[in-house]
């Protein structure tokens, strides 16, 4: 099992930043690609992006390429993502997810039933 706990959410106004970090444990965390996600009210999951375990390979939506980055820091079992240049239609619950590599490769990464594991989420909330 792995335990996936999201933090950084928040207000924040159209413009602004946020950095979202998910912390991992139960497995070694460098074994595991990992994902984020987000759901707005009345809206389905969408993927936002994902990486390696390594960091050598990420993913974007079209929807955040040139605003939000993803990292990771496999010393402090976390994933980050940074998220630049908010907009009001950034606003939702954001989690993140985690899939053995192994089982990755081969797999589509935008897709969330390719992932095992998933954390509760941050609620992020743009303004206009």
């Known amino acids: 099992q792995v335990q996936l706990v999201e933090s950084g959410g928040g207000l924040v106004q159209a413009g602004g930043s946020l950095r979202l970090s998910c912390t991992a444990s139960?497995?070694?965390?460098?074994?595991?690609?990992m994902g984020w996600f987000r759901q707005a009210p009345g809206k389905e999951r969408e993927f936002v992006s994902a990486i390696s375990w390594n960091g050598g390979i990420t993913h974007y939506a079209d929807s955040v390429k040139g605003r939000f980055t993803i990292s990771r820091d496999n010393a402090k079992n976390t994933v980050y993502l940074q998220m630049n240049n908010l907009r009001p239609e950034d606003t939702a619950v954001y989690c993140c997810?985690?899939?053995?590599?192994?089982?990755?490769?081969?797999?589509?990464?935008?897709?969330?039933?390719?992932?095992?594991?998933w954390g509760q989420g941050t609620q992020v909330t743009v303004s206009s």
């Open positions: 139960g497995r070694p965390f460098s074994s595991y690609a």
């Open positions: 997810a985690a899939v053995n590599q192994i089982l990755a490769y081969g797999s589509r990464w935008s897709s969330a039933p390719t992932y095992q594991y």
